[in-house]
């Protein structure tokens, strides 16, 4: 469940590769439904940020999935909607972030960005992703971590 009132007070967020996977998957569901009645619309207040690992992880699950063009087609319409920042300003939360706990690099960087940004930060429900680690890297990287499903 995607509960938006969460994020009323936030006019950014990071949204994880999950999430935009979901959302552009054959399969009608509660979170696209939401995503693009209040992120993924003209009339939304809210600035998504994404890395360009994000992106790469995108299009190389998307590619996997449905094919070359139809990924570079989701890439080309997420642009409006996403502003990418550049990892180098990233990396180093994210290094310390990888150091630390075993989650996916990409993960980390989506946590950098959020701490970067100050802004929560949404994950689909992820095995490594577990109460006890999203509560240390919150706590000790001043983040906000949350998990939908």
């Given at each position: 469940m995607f509960d938006i009132e969460l994020f009323k007070d936030h006019n950014d967020i990071v949204l994880d590769a999950g999430i935009y996977i979901k959302y552009f998957g054959p399969k009608k569901n509660e979170l696209k439904r939401t995503l693009?009645?209040?992120?993924?619309?003209?009339?939304?207040?809210?600035?998504?940020?994404?890395?360009?690992l994000l992106k790469s992880e995108i299009y190389y699950i998307m590619c996997r999935k449905i094919g070359k063009d139809k990924a570079e087609k989701i890439l080309d319409e997420i642009k409006e909607?996403?502003?990418?920042?550049?990892?180098e300003?990233?990396?180093?939360?994210?290094?310390?972030?990888?150091?630390?706990?075993?989650?996916?690099l990409s993960d980390c960087f989506s946590i950098s960005l959020s701490?970067?940004?100050?802004?929560?930060?949404?994950?689909?429900?992820e095995k490594?992703?577990?109460?006890?680690?999203?509560?240390?890297?919150?706590?000790?990287?001043?983040?906000k971590i949350y998990i939908v499903s």
């Amino acid at each position: 469940m995607f509960d938006i009132e969460l994020f009323k007070d936030h006019n950014d967020i990071v949204l994880d590769a999950g999430i935009y996977i979901k959302y552009f998957g054959p399969k009608k569901n509660e979170l696209k439904r939401t995503l693009r009645e209040h992120l993924f619309s003209e009339k939304s207040d809210t600035t998504l940020h994404g890395h360009y690992l994000l992106k790469s992880e995108i299009y190389y699950i998307m590619c996997r999935k449905i094919g070359k063009d139809k990924a570079e087609k989701i890439l080309d319409e997420i642009k409006e909607f996403i502003n990418f920042i550049n990892g180098e300003f990233l990396y180093h939360i994210a290094s310390q972030i990888k150091c630390r706990f075993p989650i996916a690099l990409s993960d980390c960087f989506s946590i950098s960005l959020s701490h970067f940004k100050n802004c929560p930060v949404i994950f689909l429900k992820e095995k490594e992703l577990n109460e006890k680690i999203i509560k240390k890297i919150n706590e000790e990287f001043n983040t906000k971590i949350y998990i939908v499903s």
